[in-house]
């Protein structure tokens, strides 16, 4: 039994012994014949070939994201330069707009100053309003102390504003001749035609007057210009108010009525002239 296992393992050191004689003969013909080396050489680079292009194609990814990170970062600060360029080129264009209106307003004015040069004025700016886009109220920083009386008319760029209704120290409230409250007395400039202007809530949000208690035969036309009566108690004569528009025949047939665009733009209204003489 002894034997039969000697013989078995024996066997084994022999084929073992074989095997490692052939690797080195292997070695040695592999060395002295260059051109099986390039045969290996192929063999691998082939067997290797995929797994480099799949590494190379890792790296081209990450290095073209990392480009495109880098371009949005540079893109979105550009984008926020000029942003901020345009909200500043904004902040300037309104400046610029209402420095425009303010001096077209000061012209106006003057040249309404210039028109009724026998009334004494002073100027004022408005400080505060009421509610919402149209002037019904509003406040100027001129008072007593100015000379300012209740009942004094204030005059805008365009025309006539409103009248002084509560007085202070050193500021004065003037009520508009959009408010519902206010009758004003009025003719056609060209016609000498009576009418009477009257403030009304729901023409104001419109940005009309109601224009009212025209004869039929009356010669105003549309986009007439009215202005202050002579008779007027409160008024003025000849201060202009607005134009009329979308005149009609009343029921009764025997009188007109409309609405007048008013002559001053009391969205932006921002400085006025108080006439210091009272009617």
């Known amino acids: 039994m002894k034997k039969r296992r000697f013989d078995f393992l024996f066997s084994i050191k022999y084929i073992l012994l074989i095997l490692t004689i052939i690797c080195l003969v292997s070695l040695v013909f592999t060395y002295s014949r260059g051109d099986t080396i390039g045969v290996y050489k192929t063999a691998v680079s082939k067997l290797f070939s995929p797994i480099s292009n799949a590494i190379t194609g890792i790296g081209d990814y990450f290095s073209e994201k990392k480009q495109l990170s880098a371009e949005k970062e540079e893109l979105q600060a550009k984008i926020e330069q000029l942003e901020e360029e345009n909200r500043l ?46 002037f019904s109220k509003f406040t100027i920083n001129r008072g007593s102390n100015d000379g300012i009386e209740k009942d004094m ?31 004003v007395s009025a003719i056609g400039r060209t016609s000498r035609a009576s009418c009477m202007v009257m403030g009304d809530i729901d023409a104001m949000s419109e940005g009309y007057i109601r224009l009212m208690y025209m004869k039929k035969d009356a010669d105003i036309r549309e986009y007439d210009e009215i202005i202050t009566s002579p008779t007027s108690s409160k008024y003025l004569p000849d201060l202009t108010i607005g134009y009329a528009v979308l005149l009609q025949t009343d029921p009764n047939n025997m009188t007109m009525s409309g609405y007048l665009i008013p002559a001053v733009d009391f969205e932006n209204i921002e400085n006025v002239m108080v006439i210091m003489k009272r009617k």
Do not use: H, R
């Open 89 to 134: 080129l904004l902040e300037q264009l309104k400046k610029y707009q209402s420095d425009y209106y303010s001096l077209n307003e000061m012209k106006s004015l003057l040249e309404i100053k210039d028109e009724f040069a026998s009334y004494p004025m002073v100027g004022a700016k408005v400080i505060a309003k009421e509610n919402g886009n149209w």
């Open 153 to 183: 008319n204030v005059i805008a760029a365009g025309g006539l504003a409103g009248i002084v209704t509560q007085v202070g120290p050193d500021y004065a409230v003037v009520t508009s001749i959009l408010d519902d409250q206010m009758n």
